[in-house]
């Protein structure tokens, strides 16, 4: 019992909090200040889930305990029967809801519900890294349609035999940072390269990095102090884009907070042959970039207390292997093997996430000592 008096401690403690959340949600002065207002909306969201999850698990609670007292008191054989019925069908799911509330009482990492940028870069391994960075980058467009989310690339240096040296796109939907984090990390491919002729098997890496959109408000950049230019978009570009100055390039002085120093940024943006939405996504990949700097020391922190963490830490670490003779994917996070790389390749990496996620999710409860 010990168990539930803990868990429904806890949940009577955020009742107060949902009750005073719902009342300022509803005050114009918190509608007006944007930020507060966003974070209080989704503070809403989750606490209501909670306070869900609490009214059917004191239903369960109540439920045992009237089922008992049947079976202790009541003498008709049909009436018992119906309450032993009722105390199994009871007692099945309170470990089952138990397990749902302890992971929605471990407070999830606010940049979840993000939309992300995405990179991919092809690493040590020349073409053959190209190409298979223009692989991944088909992996990653096919399991967002089945997500329905919407991908735009911003900046693309295709290989010169296919694939992609760099490509960069914004991802945009429902929870896609929470979900695209795991993807962080060097991916390695062994594989007969198109471009050998022995047939032996080479090994080369591309690496991801996701990381969550900067909001709007979540930056301050001052836009007086952006260096605009303007270029030809290079490349094969047919009838237009080669002769209008579409492509834009922006410079920006930037202090990092965490180091002191001043750093130039660099971005440039060619994606499409207008160009102020080319330039409308210049500035949503600098606000992404400073507020990923200005977050390492936040990520830092975590990963230096979570040296097991799935989904954060060393962006250099080695996390998949794809091996193509075998058809074999191995995640080496979690010790997952499977082999269907044929159907991994084409979008379908669901059941690895999920993976993932059962393993953070379990060393965040360990964490928390719930």
Request: aromatic share 6%.
């Amino acid at each position: 019992m010990a168990d539930n008096n803990t868990i429904l401690e806890k949940l009577e403690g955020l009742v107060a909090r949902f009750e005073e959340v719902s009342t300022l949600i509803t005050d114009p002065a918190v509608i007006a200040d944007q930020k507060r207002y966003v974070k209080l909306t989704k503070e809403y969201k989750e606490l209501g889930d909670l306070m869900e999850a609490r009214k059917e698990y004191m239903q369960i609670l109540s439920g045992i305990e009237e089922a008992k007292d049947i079976i202790a008191h009541e003498t008709d054989p049909e009436m018992r029967e119906m309450a032993r019925e009722e105390l199994d069908d009871c007692q099945g799911r309170q470990p089952e809801l138990e397990e749902h509330i302890k992971l929605l009482l471990v407070p999830a990492d606010p940049q979840d519900s993000r939309n992300a940028i995405l990179e991919i870069r092809g690493g040590a391994g020349g073409d053959e890294a190209a190409i298979f960075a223009g692989d991944l980058f088909r992996m990653y467009t096919k399991y967002s349609e089945t997500k329905g989310w919407r991908m735009d690339i911003s900046s693309v240096n295709e290989g010169t035999s296919g694939g992609f040296k760099e490509i960069i796109c914004s991802v945009t939907g429902d929870n896609v940072y929470g979900v695209l984090k795991y993807e962080s990390g060097v991916h390695r491919v062994q594989r007969v390269p198109a471009t050998e002729t022995q047939g032996r098997v080479h090994t080369s890496a591309a690496s991801v990095a996701v990381l969550p959109e900067a909001e709007e408000f979540d930056v301050v950049i001052n836009e007086g102090e952006i260096k605009w230019d303007t270029f030809r978009s290079g490349g094969a570009g047919g009838q237009n884009v080669n002769k209008v100055e579409s492509g834009v390039r922006l410079r920006y002085n930037w202090k990092n907070p965490n180091t002191g120093a001043v750093e130039e940024i660099l971005i440039e943006c060619t994606e499409t042959r207008d160009q102020p939405k080319n330039k409308e996504r210049a500035l949503s990949r600098l606000r992404t970039f400073i507020y990923d700097k200005e977050h390492q020391k936040y990520v830092d922190d975590i990963a230096s207390k979570r040296k097991t963490m799935v989904s954060t830490g060393d962006r250099s670490a080695k996390i998949r292997t794809y091996n193509y003779p075998q058809g074999r994917i191995t995640d080496h996070r979690i010790n997952y093997t499977i082999y269907n790389l044929a159907a991994f390749m084409d979008g379908d990496i669901q059941d690895c996430i999920d993976r993932l996620i059962v393993a953070e999710n379990a060393e965040r409860l360990k964490e928390s000592e719930l």
